[in-house]
């Protein structure tokens, strides 16, 4: 069984700038998280999809957005990027809600906004 | 919100001692407490976890312990190995199923 797959690993990107992360889940697994990872901050969440629908959202500004696709593929955008932006993205899959069952993480996407 | 502190930040052991991670949690509709570690440029892995029904979990060489009372968890390792070097987090599910992590403890090993 295939595991959660980021694409891409790498992306370097200038400030202003937008740019588009992507998950693809354990096959099964309806519930996508996200997270960004900073040195100092741990994982920070982001949002959760569960079914094409966002059920939780974390405290990130509204640059922060995301959404799910019917076969539970999601995407993570960010637009106007800054220096802040600089961090590890996370995404975890579970088959349903996080806490119900185990979350898998991805190797995740390293974005460096300069 | 949500907020998960975890102490301390870095840990240095020698092989065979014990290692202990404490957090602790604000939100009392937390019920479900899992354990991940995170190796040097690889993903986070679930290494144990515990629900709110149970005191305490053992899988070997780790074990966790939960005080809902006092809202707080541990993580113990025993006869450490230089293999177990790496970054723990604890986390908790919220009231609202939002997956909230601590940030995270770097446990050295020494030979």
């Known amino acids: 069984k295939a595991g959660v797959t980021q694409t891409p690993r790498y992306l370097i990107k200038t400030r202003g700038q937008q740019v588009t992360l992507s998950c693809s889940p354990i096959s099964g697994h309806r519930s996508v998280s996200w997270y960004q990872q900073t040195p100092g901050q741990g994982l920070q969440f982001l949002f959760e999809y569960f079914s094409e629908t966002q059920r939780n959202k974390g405290n990130f500004p509204g640059r922060f957005s995301g959404r799910q696709f019917s076969n539970s593929r999601s995407e993570m955008n960010v637009s106007t990027l800054e220096l802040g932006d600089s961090a590890l993205y996370l995404c975890a899959s579970s088959l349903d809600q996080t806490g119900r069952t185990e979350a898998f993480f991805g190797q995740g996407t390293r974005l460096t906004v300069v | 919100g949500e907020n998960v502190e975890q102490h301390p930040s870095t840990l240095s052991v020698q092989e065979g001692d014990s290692a202990v991670i404490k957090c602790t949690y604000s939100?009392?509709?937390?019920?479900?407490f899992p354990w991940y570690k995170q190796e040097l440029g690889k993903r986070p892995q679930l290494i144990i976890d515990?629900?709110?029904?149970?005191g305490e979990k053992k899988d070997q060489r780790i074990a966790v312990t939960l005080n809902k009372t006092a809202k707080h968890f541990s993580l113990h390792i025993t006869e450490t190995q230089p293999e177990d070097s790496a970054v723990y987090f604890c986390?908790?599910?919220?009231?609202?199923?939002?997956?909230?992590f601590g940030t995270g403890t770097r446990l050295l090993v020494s030979p």
């Open positions: 515990i629900r709110s029904n149970v």
């Open positions: 939100d009392s509709a937390s019920n479900y």
């Open positions: 986390a908790a599910i919220t009231g609202f199923q939002k997956l909230v």
